[in-house]
């Protein structure tokens, strides 16, 4: 069989193809957007992300500035977490976590008879160094942020939650708040589009930084 | 804000939803198939993959046999191995993992100019209790694993690498062999779609079971 075997030639030519199939979609974007609309794309294959993607209050620079500090990142899944390129956290110091798997969290949950997001959201809110959270999975961990965000104001919330039931509804609440914010509109979204958000910052920082 | 905050009905929830908007769609899959389907769209949110979804030479039945004598589960991300429910999985004795992030991975791949997926691959396969392959993102380990499978024949391929060089490509060429595999047709897939497809299988032995 032939096929292309070198990661950084199928990583070119692939983001070739996205910018050619965009066309002049890709120019409603500022210079510092394009990079996450491209990632996106190129995680999902589903362009009509494009359509559906909403970029506010300054949130790429917002959340650029976050990073440099070495913020923490609050992640609603595991995944999440598992997704982030651990090498590029770590050029920029800064730690992502989820706590929705902690036994803690599980049993408060339980006890209490709501999601592990909304217990780990509030138990993430605690900490004043987390500045960025990233939640491509439950609707539960947005509104519990936008509930509770008031004493720790975020400088970026990427808000994916995909599925059927309260995520195209949180994603609307989400664009209430005068806060960076980088959303889907809709039903989808997920772990995946919400890692390749942050990568799409994160890669171009990098970039830019000669790192 | 007034959301739905328990677990079990939000789930109820988005099935019934999903349910509805197939429609009829959904009798042109057998019983064991149906919850398949339904959990990649609950997944993705994205209705298209109950048109791109193939399931060939009985893969249902012969990856549940395969999970049920415990077998291993190579899967071509890491994000596909967290992503996995790990009290499902102890419940059948059954291993995900994968190789892709070790350190002699990422070396030998380096010294070849080849993907760490390819690596990751090429070694998965000399252990002989894997039999179930996931591959959510790399069209080059689906290659792999195709040209190098004949002496440790699957019980169950997942081919669903997501994107724009070799991932459609790979996917044909999976369809040429007489192997239970699973697939989504042209670009889509990814991590969270082949975690969704290997749920789909073990929550219905799971209930089944009566365990």
Do not use: W
Not at 29 to 51: C, G, L, N, S, W
Not at 115 to 141: C, H, Q, W, Y
Not at 156 to 180: H, Q, R
């Amino acid at each position: 069989m032939s096929y292309i075997k070198a990661p950084m030639d199928i990583e070119k030519r692939s983001f070739e193809i996205i910018e050619e199939e965009l066309g002049e979609k890709i120019n409603s974007f500022t210079e510092a957007e394009k990079p996450v609309v491209k990632r996106i794309i190129h995680t999902t294959a589903d362009f009509e992300y494009a359509d559906l993607l909403d970029i506010e209050n300054d949130a790429i620079n917002s959340g650029m500035e976050a990073l440099k500090s070495g913020c923490k990142i609050y992640c609603d899944t595991n995944m999440i977490v598992n997704g982030l390129s651990r090498g590029i956290l770590e050029k920029f110091s800064v730690k992502a976590y989820s706590l929705v798997s902690d036994e803690e969290t599980i049993k408060e949950a339980k006890e209490r008879g709501v999601t592990r997001s909304i217990v780990g959201m509030e138990k993430a809110l605690k900490d004043k160094d987390t500045k960025i959270f990233l939640i491509g999975n439950a609707p539960t961990a947005l509104y519990t942020l936008l509930e509770n965000m008031k004493e720790n104001m975020p400088k970026l919330i990427v808000g994916v939650p995909v599925g059927f039931v309260g995520a195209s509804e949180s994603k609307e609440e989400l664009s209430k708040y005068d806060v960076p914010y980088i959303r889907i509109r809709g039903r989808k979204g997920g772990s995946t589009v919400a890692v390749s958000i942050l990568h799409g910052i994160l890669y171009q920082m990098y970039q830019r930084e000669g790192m």
